[in-house]
């Protein structure tokens, strides 16, 4: 075979392609899971186009059964699950296909960047083969929701690839490019609104001799480059108000990253994130769909003492080398960069998660490569034959128990059943898993409804569980069980959590109209009706007791009352026809 075929992109490709299906394939069979079910299947706006105008002024989750602001601001995405569904409908096998073929472009173009950067055909081939199946990507690349993340991540990808290609801003061509893609990617996902400071490192190591002041006076041509950034800004200013328009991820406040008053345990939280990350990049064990991180008066204090030696080591290492091996110092700050916004540095409190490391891992996939290609020369003690010969063994080892792992990984991603099974296992210190979990039995139907109520009991242990909602959903089960006393305990012990919560007081009334205690189910349903004049079940229930006292003209009465509050209540309808 010609020699300058098997080093050409087009080879590269191809193995790209192979390597990624092999270790993602299984993927492609997976069913919905986590947030592809609001996001996606139950999801009427994404069906046409006709919803463009609420893509570009609405938050994501307000156009879906949420019905309420997550501080998810990304039209381009909603418009690429628009012409998705066009492609494949509710078909999720086309739609992990969509996903694992923007992750092997991905692939392609974290060679073609790291081959620019580098030139060296090896560093960047081997450092691709890693991005291809490093098992951190399995939560960006296997669920369907994630697609925004990888979407976002190709347009940074070839926004940074083609901002190389401009020669220090000298190609307006590929300048006007760059611009546009980073467009596509910000209005993708906000994480991407940190890339131009990859292209200030970029510059600052490549283009202007490691000189800030040359780099400042760019500084029209770099007010260009962020124009997407601010007009973002604007944007979500304009959609979310000045109060949220700065909170990126308004759903997932203290989801798992607790604020802190206190400015040290701030700082510590900061560091240990970012060890955390390293952590599982390095040694992807363990990995799960929910982490419980500590707050920063519960970490032992090596733990602290680790995460901060490790952050500065870097740092100062990235600082000191930047001449001497200005590659490596660059992908350092290319971690540190693209993670700013993952990182908790502005204390909102948030999320850590997998997904997040999808696109500050290409520089951890450059380390690979660069510590693979350099080793033979680290080896210099060593025979030629026996240097090369590690190397390509060293490789290969990590290549394949990487493999292994995101095969693995992936059958977990299958459905919420087995995804949330693997998470309570590794995560059992919070009460959250185990919700899902409760939540994904009594999604898949009746023959899981007694793993459900062991789920949702399990959940009851739990001191900061919510126990509103789970004693709510346990006297469903017992009622659908026709336990109604059994059930009737539990409302009873939710109302004593919200005595005025419209959803218990109206369950005690159904439960108390099962039990043909008429009187006590119209109590409760007038209660309802007397704090929420606009909830369709309270006269519903209400008109139930009435159908069943033989007064069908006021019973009908309420149906229609229900109809007229929500057209589309079905068992009204039903109900109110049968009069």
Not at 525 to 550: A, H, S, T
Request: include cysteine.
């Amino acid at each position: 075979m010609n020699h300058s075929f098997l080093r050409s992109n087009t080879f590269v490709f191809l193995l790209l392609t192979a390597v990624v299906f092999l270790v993602f394939g299984n993927a492609l069979f997976n069913e919905y899971s986590y947030d592809d079910h609001y996001l996606i299947l139950n999801n009427q706006y994404i069906q046409d186009f006709s919803h463009f105008k609420d893509f570009l002024f609405n938050d994501v989750t307000v156009m879906t059964s949420i019905e309420k602001s997550s501080g998810y601001y990304r039209p381009v995405s909603m418009i690429f699950l628009v012409l998705n569904y066009k492609l494949w409908g509710f078909n999720a096998f086309g739609l992990h296909l969509m996903s694992v073929i923007i992750h092997l472009l991905n692939c392609f173009f974290v060679f073609l960047i790291i081959k620019q950067i580098a030139k060296n055909f090896w560093i960047s081939f081997l450092s691709s083969l890693i991005f291809a199946v490093h098992p951190i990507h399995v939560e960006a690349v296997a669920p369907i929701f994630n697609y925004m993340g990888i979407l976002a991540s190709f347009f940074a990808l070839f926004s940074f690839w083609a901002f190389v290609k401009s020669d220090s801003m000298r190609n307006l061509k590929y300048v006007i490019l760059s611009v546009v893609l980073f467009l596509f990617s910000v209005f993708s996902k906000e994480e991407a609104i940190i890339l131009p400071g990859i292209f200030v490192l970029y510059d600052f190591y490549f283009c202007s001799g490691y000189s800030v002041l040359s780099v400042l006076r760019k500084w029209k041509q770099y007010l260009f480059l962020i124009a997407p950034a601010i007009l973002y800004i604007a944007l979500r200013f304009l959609v979310f108000g000045k109060q949220a328009a700065l909170g990126f991820w308004n759903m997932n406040i203290e989801f798992n990253i607790a604020t802190n008053n206190n400015a040290w345990d701030q700082v510590a939280i900061i560091f240990y994130v970012f060890f955390k990350y390293f952590s599982i990049l390095i040694f992807p064990v363990n990995l799960t769909a929910f982490y419980l991180i500590k707050p920063a008066t519960s970490l032992m204090p090596i733990e602290i003492f680790v995460s901060i030696f490790s952050v500065l080591f870097l740092v100062g290492y990235a600082i000191l080398s930047a001449r001497r091996n200005s590659i490596v110092s660059f992908f350092i700050g290319w971690f540190f960069v693209s993670s700013i916004m993952i990182s908790n540095i502005i204390p909102i409190g948030g999320l850590f998660s997998e997904r997040f490391m999808y696109f500050p891992s290409v520089a951890y996939c450059f380390f690979i490569g660069y510590f693979f290609y350099r080793l033979p020369i680290f080896l210099k003690d060593v025979d030629n034959r026996k240097r090369s010969f590690f190397a390509v063994i060293g490789f290969l080892v990590i290549f394949i128990l990487y493999a292994q792992k995101t095969v693995a990984r992936n059958y977990v991603w299958k459905n919420d059943i087995t995804l949330w099974s693997d998470t309570a296992k590794k995560t059992p210190e919070s009460y959250r898993p185990y919700l899902s979990l409760a939540d994904a039995y009594h999604f898949y139907g009746e023959q899981y409804y007694d793993k459900a109520l062991d789920a949702y009991l399990k959940v009851l242990e739990y001191p900061e569980a919510p126990k509103l909602r789970v004693q709510n959903s346990i006297g469903k089960f017992y009622g659908m069980q026709n336990n109604h006393q059994k059930a009737l305990e539990y409302f009873k012990a939710a109302l004593v959590e919200n005595p005025e919560d419209v959803d218990t007081l109206y369950n005690v009334g159904v439960t108390y109209y099962f039990l043909n205690q008429n009187d006590e189910a119209a109590r409760y349903f007038e209660k309802v009706n007397f704090i929420d004049k606009d909830y369709p079940w309270g006269y519903y229930g209400l008109g139930l007791v009435f159908q069943k006292k033989g007064q069908n003209r006021k019973a009908k009465e309420l149906f229609a009352k229900a109809l007229e509050l929500d057209p589309e209540f079905k068992s009204a309808q039903i109900a109110w026809e049968a009069l």
